[in-house]
């Protein structure tokens, strides 16, 4: 009933998928990298000048949270109906609108707890429509045979983009309390709804979706997706648990890292540098591993590996603590950000055009619900924390069996790596 892949000539004749995807990747890394600055900046701020506590730090972050989850799927409707370019656009001006009012507060420091949270909700939403919107551009202009490498590329991308805003931010964060890294952020945004405006040369209205497909606007037609295709249920399931099993452990690893292992802060910031080398070679490694080894093959082994890592976190109780927390945090961001990317790409090749906004949404959300979900379980247990890691690492565990158990997903995981084999560039 589905296909899984139509022509960019279906929804835009003179677009050109590389230099579409080129531009794509530039206006991309521009925005990754100014969030990045005001991701560090505005919290820094509400500790410094605002003299914010601990909860209120903790809302902030909530509020990056909330809005993907409770927005998610609105996003992805809007993405199939509008067209990605048209939302996109419409995000990142939003979100330098909100950069501006922070910045105006911050410099004439009137900025209080009241508006604080509006502005922050807001950014966090005009980021979660971006974010949908964005992840229909690979499928909408690339064939499958060329969407693994688009991921990897996209991927390495904003891991660069994460590093470098980190290093940059640490400088510009003295500039006007702060302001200066948020006032970089709204130009980012603006440049990079330049840059994507400029993706269809025909402009917005080209990328539209193609009128009367009939799937678009069927209200059961994303449940029938997911029925036919139960390889997607298998792994939107594995996401899932692996998510709430992360933030899970999170709630416990500092503790467990600081009190029970006796790691200091710079082990720690070792750790997590690390792990952002691991993740990026892992992403950068995922086509030539999928080319050696195939897409379904490697997405699974893979998340096999993280899930392996994981259970370092308990042997370092029993051996020496930093080599093992170094190996966890190499092995697991390598191992999972090939799984990350294979499992979009497997996404993106087994959904039709007119449901990739949809798609993409409904795994957001049901990831950030699997992630809000882990962080609330772990405050509400009395468990110590070296019986929490064990717990988040038999969690962890149990994400493996969603994608090695049953035969359907596993046969039609070997068709749909057959019909990637079967296309040509």
């Known amino acids: 009933m589905f296909r899984s892949w139509s022509p960019p000539s279906a929804r835009a004749p003179d677009m050109l998928p590389v230099s579409t995807f080129r531009r794509f990747l530039i206006g991309d890394f521009a925005g ?34 909330l809005p993907p989850f409770l927005f998610g799927l609105a996003a992805g409707h ?14 990142d001006l939003a979100a330098a609108a909100v950069a501006a009012v922070l910045v105006v507060g911050m410099l004439r420091r009137g900025l209080t707890t009241a508006a604080l949270y509006p502005l922050l909700i807001t950014a966090a939403t005009a980021g979660c429509f971006y974010a949908v919107a964005a992840a229909t551009i690979i499928p909408d202009v690339l064939p499958p045979p060329r969407r693994h490498q688009a991921n990897a590329r996209l991927a390495v991308s904003r891991a660069a983009a994460e590093a470098t805003g980190q290093l940059v931010c640490s400088r510009l964060i003295g500039l006007a309390a702060g302001a200066g890294a948020v006032a970089a952020d709204g130009v980012l945004r603006l440049v990079r ?6 993706l269809s040369p025909g402009g917005l209205k080209a990328e539209a979706p193609p009128q009367g497909t009939g799937q678009r606007d069927t209200p059961g037609v ?19 648990i692996s998510s709430f099993a992360g ?14 292992l006796m790691v200091s802060p710079a082990q720690i910031s070792l750790m997590l540098a690390c792990g952002h080398i691991a993740s990026t070679l892992g992403a950068m490694l995922s086509p030539r591993l999928t080319r050696a080894h195939g897409l379904w093959a490697m997405t699974r082994l893979f998340l096999c590996v993280s899930v392996a890592a994981t259970w370092l976190l308990v042997v370092a109780r029993f051996g020496p603590p930093v080599p093992l927390l170094l190996g966890y945090e190499a092995l697991f961001s390598f191992s999972f950000a090939v799984f990350s990317v294979g499992l979009t790409t497997m996404r993106q090749n087994i959904t039709p055009a ?32 070296e019986r929490g ?35 040509s560039d």
Not at 222 to 240: D, N
Request: glycine share 8%; net charge positive; hydrophobic share 55%.
């Open 354 to 385: 007119t449901l990739q906004g949809r798609a993409a949404s409904m795994v957001s959300v049901f990831g950030y619900f699997a992630m809000i979900s882990g962080s609330v379980m772990a405050s509400l247990t009395t468990l110590s924390p």
């Open 193 to 198: 709804a330049a840059v994507i405006l400029r």
């Open 222 to 240: 994303f449940l029938l997706l997911l029925r036919e295709r139960p390889i997607l249920l298998q792994f939107l399931a594995a996401q899932g």
């Open 78 to 91: 809007f993405a199939d109906r509008q067209g990605a370019t048209r939302l996109m656009v419409a995000a």
């Open 32 to 65: 990754s990298f100014g969030a990045q600055l005001s991701l560090i900046a505005v919290p820094t701020y509400a500790i410094e000048v605002m003299g914010m506590s601990v909860g209120g730090v903790s809302l902030i972050y909530l509020s990056q949270w």
């Open 247 to 260: 933030a899970f452990i999170v709630a416990f690893f500092l503790v467990y890292a600081y009190r029970v």
């Open 389 to 423: 890691v064990v717990v988040g690492c038999v969690l962890s565990t149990l994400s493996v069996l969603t994608v090695w158990a049953g035969a359907t997903g596993r046969k039609e995981g070997e068709a749909v790596m057959a019909a990637e084999l079967s296309q």
